[in-house]
């Protein structure tokens, strides 16, 4: 496990001159490093105040609500602000066996929420479907529906097991900087091998994914971005207002 | 100028509290330690082992491989043994069902991964996660039984002597 590390400060020492370097440090590399200097204190601030969206779908959410208590306290990593709304949180702690039936409500959670964000992936049933993992109703690995960042394995992990993880995502974090590359692979959303043709779960989940055409196929709407009225999305789901990307 | 000797008051205690010993310790600084019939993650010890296989066997998921090969004596050679620790539920049925008690409930709670394929653990990570447990644990197995210290070579083999 990495040390936890300092607060970075910023370096208040000006620039060496171009006659203490004997060279002209170009402008431009000046930016630069003002640049790296503000990405520290910036990824700084986004790993130290991580708010988790407040969802949790089976046993290892119990764990994860142990995990905010006093005992564990996971406000010393400033991760313990459960936003009820996906709109305020960064971070995704998926919780639990992710059902095919709430596999599209997942994925509604994570489109719903603001970049940038992570996910966390606790517990063996949504790292790749645990116990249920042969079973029919299981989704094989919550990533195939979102990008997961960290994995922590365990039935249910301690809350000792989801520090570490939380740990390693600020680590994770600090590596990639503000505007670095994720190293995460994204879900492809491609179901074929796992639900039939014309399953409606399917159809809803393909409707997720880029380029977000609405459960009948339909593109939408080039002017105002909304999606067409369809009859099979209403029914299904009340007449709620779909949860578009972000 | 009541209110300001009161706010000095406070934050003079909200002083004391930062710059005093903390009290109490918490995980990354300190673990608690677990009842020995918890259920939580496995370690596995190759000199305990005789590859008899009957974890395997009580696995529900059957995320344990051991694979041997029987020796001049009679005894069996471990040539693998694997635990697929992405499917693991954590059931402590194989530590139950092995007659040595070379798997045992235990271990550490760093072993978070990036990518999940990591958690698939082979004999020399499994060996060498046990012997991370034993050094940091005094050489005591998680049911209490002293383990002979060695030398931990960086393959995670133990030397033989
Ligand atoms: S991993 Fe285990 S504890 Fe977590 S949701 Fe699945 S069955 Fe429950
Ligand atoms: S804890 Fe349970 S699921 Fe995991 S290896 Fe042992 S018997 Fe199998
Ligand atoms: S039951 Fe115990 S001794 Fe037998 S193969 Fe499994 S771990 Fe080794």
């Given at each position: 496990?990495?040390d936890?590390?300092?607060?970075?400060?910023?370096?208040?020492?000006p620039?060496?001159?171009?006659?203490?370097?004997?060279?002209?440090?170009?402008?431009?590399?000046?930016?630069?490093?003002?640049?790296?200097?503000?990405?520290?204190v910036?990824t700084?601030?986004?790993?130290?105040?991580?708010?988790?969206?407040?969802?949790?779908?089976?046993?290892?959410?119990?764990?994860m609500?142990?995990?905010?208590?006093?005992?564990?306290?996971?406000?010393?990593f400033?991760?313990?602000?459960?936003?009820?709304?996906?709109?305020?949180?960064?971070l995704?702690?998926?919780?639990?066996?992710?059902?095919?039936?709430?596999?599209?409500?997942?994925?509604?959670?994570?489109l719903?929420m603001?970049?940038?964000?992570?996910?966390?992936?606790?517990g063996?049933?949504?790292?790749?479907?645990?116990?249920?993992?042969?079973g029919?109703?299981?989704?094989?690995?919550?990533?195939?529906?979102?990008?997961?960042?960290?994995?922590v394995?365990?039935?249910?992990?301690?809350?000792?097991?989801?520090?570490s993880?939380?740990?390693?995502?600020?680590?994770?974090?600090?590596?990639?900087?503000v505007?670095?590359?994720?190293?995460?692979?994204?879900?492809?959303?491609?179901?074929?091998?796992?639900?039939?043709?014309?399953?409606?779960?399917r159809?809803?989940?393909?409707?997720?994914?880029?380029?977000y055409?609405?459960?009948?196929?339909?593109?939408?709407?080039?002017?105002t971005?909304?999606?067409?009225?369809?009859t099979?999305?209403?029914?299904?789901?009340?007449?709620?207002?779909?949860?578009?990307?972000a | 100028?009541?209110?300001?000797i009161?706010i000095?008051?406070?934050?003079?205690?909200?002083?004391k509290?930062?710059?005093?010993?903390?009290?109490?310790?918490e995980?990354?600084?300190?673990?608690?330690?677990i009842?020995?019939?918890?259920?939580?993650?496995?370690?596995?010890?190759?000199?305990?082992?005789?590859?008899?296989?009957?974890?395997?066997?009580?696995?529900?998921?059957?995320?344990?491989?051991?694979?041997?090969?029987?020796?001049?004596?009679g005894?069996?050679?471990?040539?693998?043994?694997?635990?697929?620790?992405?499917?693991?539920?954590?059931?402590?049925?194989?530590?139950?069902?092995?007659?040595?008690?070379?798997i045992?409930?235990?271990?550490?709670?760093?072993?978070?991964?990036?990518?999940p394929?990591?958690?698939?653990?082979?004999?020399?990570?499994?060996?060498?996660?046990?012997?991370?447990?034993?050094?940091?644990?005094?050489?005591?197995?998680?049911?209490?039984?002293p383990?002979?210290?060695?030398?931990?070579?960086?393959?995670?083999?133990?030397?033989?002597?």
């Amino acid at each position: 496990m990495a040390d936890r590390e300092t607060i970075p400060v910023l370096n208040v020492e000006p620039p060496p001159t171009a006659e203490e370097t004997g060279t002209d440090i170009e402008s431009d590399l000046r930016q630069q490093l003002l640049i790296t200097q503000v990405d520290s204190v910036l990824t700084w601030a986004r790993r130290s105040s991580l708010w988790p969206a407040m969802f949790g779908l089976a046993c290892c959410a119990i764990e994860m609500i142990a995990t905010a208590n006093a005992r564990y306290d996971i406000a010393r990593f400033g991760a313990e602000v459960f936003r009820a709304s996906p709109r305020q949180a960064d971070l995704m702690i998926v919780a639990g066996t992710v059902t095919w039936k709430m596999a599209p409500a997942v994925r509604r959670i994570y489109l719903q929420m603001a970049e940038p964000k992570w996910v966390i992936s606790m517990g063996s049933c949504s790292n790749i479907g645990g116990p249920f993992a042969h079973g029919y109703s299981t989704l094989p690995g919550v990533n195939n529906v979102v990008p997961v960042d960290v994995y922590v394995p365990g039935c249910p992990p301690r809350p000792e097991s989801l520090l570490s993880g939380l740990m390693l995502l600020q680590d994770v974090m600090k590596e990639e900087g503000v505007l670095g590359k994720r190293r995460r692979p994204e879900p492809d959303g491609d179901f074929s091998t796992m639900l039939p043709e014309g399953d409606p779960i399917r159809r809803e989940l393909e409707a997720l994914f880029p380029p977000y055409l609405s459960v009948s196929g339909e593109p939408r709407d080039t002017e105002t971005g909304a999606l067409p009225h369809d009859t099979n999305y209403l029914t299904m789901h009340g007449g709620s207002a779909p949860g578009g990307p972000a | 100028m009541a209110y300001g000797i009161g706010i000095a008051k406070g934050l003079l205690t909200t002083v004391k509290h930062l710059v005093r010993e903390p009290t109490t310790f918490e995980f990354p600084e300190a673990e608690r330690p677990i009842p020995p019939r918890a259920r939580t993650n496995l370690v596995w010890f190759v000199e305990r082992c005789t590859g008899c296989s009957t974890c395997a066997q009580a696995c529900p998921d059957g995320c344990i491989l051991v694979q041997t090969q029987p020796r001049e004596d009679g005894s069996y050679l471990v040539e693998r043994y694997e635990i697929d620790f992405r499917l693991c539920m954590y059931c402590g049925l194989c530590a139950e069902a092995c007659p040595y008690e070379a798997i045992q409930v235990g271990g550490s709670y760093t072993n978070v991964v990036r990518d999940p394929n990591d958690l698939y653990h082979d004999k020399p990570t499994l060996t060498s996660l046990a012997n991370e447990y034993l050094d940091a644990h005094d050489w005591i197995y998680p049911n209490g039984q002293p383990a002979v210290r060695q030398e931990i070579h960086p393959a995670g083999e133990r030397q033989h002597h």
